[in-house]
């Protein structure tokens, strides 16, 4: 996600704000699982019914991720320190 | 900002991935296989050393075990948690509906095995291990002719001899 974050920056995600296109989340690969399964940092790309286009922002290292169901989001990122 | 950090000592904070993996399409379990195993070893060879009267040498080799159980130990949450979020995928879930139950308490016998001395604990992972090394076998595309003698297409490979 260079170079909007680089390894080792704290984020805060808040869960209860609508995600539009251009948030940066943080998802788990299922929802049942999310509080113990590896989570990802991506930017919304684009809204598709209930599932989330992703992409990262270093696009010379990212490759194409999958539809990412909406429940399987965290939170969106509102503050990195 | 870095007296907010501190407070990770109080709250860990999780970590997330951004960087994607390059989808190179290596993966295999011979690793989390022999990991499974040297846990099994080390705690039999920890079960030997004498409990009272221990010489330095005893001291020594009980220290020397814990970690490289240890060690193995978190080799196998590693190897796990890959197989889990990189090479597995949804149709597989849904093939194995109790595969995240499968990967979750495998996972848990990890760390239980870095907690414990326990031959039962670490039998049990070891099946576990194994298990989804089954799994992953039924799923796992036959390699390319490039690839001949990586471990899933060696007969003599000892991850086979670890699956029997």
């Known amino acids: 996600m260079l170079p909007s974050f680089k390894p080792g920056d704290h984020v805060v995600t808040f869960a209860w704000s609508k995600i539009k ?7 788990a690969g299922d929802a049942k ?3 113990v399964l590896p ?3 991506k930017r919304v790309l684009a809204i598709e019914d209930k599932s989330l286009h992703v992409i990262g922002d270093n696009k010379n ?19 990195k320190y | 900002m870095k007296l907010l ?5 109080i709250v860990r904070p999780r970590i997330a991935l951004a ?7 290596i993966y295999e379990t011979g690793t989390l296989l022999v990991a499974a195993q040297t846990i099994i070893r080390m705690v039999e060879v920890l079960e030997a050393l004498p409990v009272e009267n221990q010489s330095l040498k005893d001291r020594n080799n009980f220290i020397r075990c814990v970690h490289v159980k240890e060690k193995h130990a978190s080799i196998c949450e590693e190897q796990l948690v890959t197989l889990w979020a990189d090479f597995f995928k949804p ?8 595969l995240h139950e499968k990967f979750w308490k495998a996972v848990n016998l990890a760390s ?38 990586t471990v899933s297409d060696n007969p003599d490979s000892p991850k086979k001899k670890l699956m029997s």
């Open chain 2, 5 to 9: 950090r501190k407070l990770d000592f």
């Open chain 2, 112 to 149: 239980d095995n870095k907690q414990n001395v326990s031959l039962d604990k670490a039998s049990e992972l070891m099946a576990a291990c194994r298990e989804l090394a089954g799994i992953f076998d039924q799923v796992k595309v036959a390699p390319k002719t490039d690839l001949a003698g």
């Open chain 1, 21 to 27: 296109a251009g948030d940066v989340v943080v998802f």
């Open chain 2, 91 to 98: 149709e597989h879930f849904k093939k194995w509906p109790d």
């Open chain 1, 33 to 35: 699982l999310k509080r």
């Open chain 1, 39 to 41: 989570v990802y940092i």
């Open chain 2, 19 to 25: 960087h994607c993996d390059i989808p190179c399409g």
């Open chain 1, 61 to 79: 290292e990212s490759a194409k991720m999958p539809l990412v169901p909406a429940k399987n989001v965290l939170g969106r990122v509102i503050w």
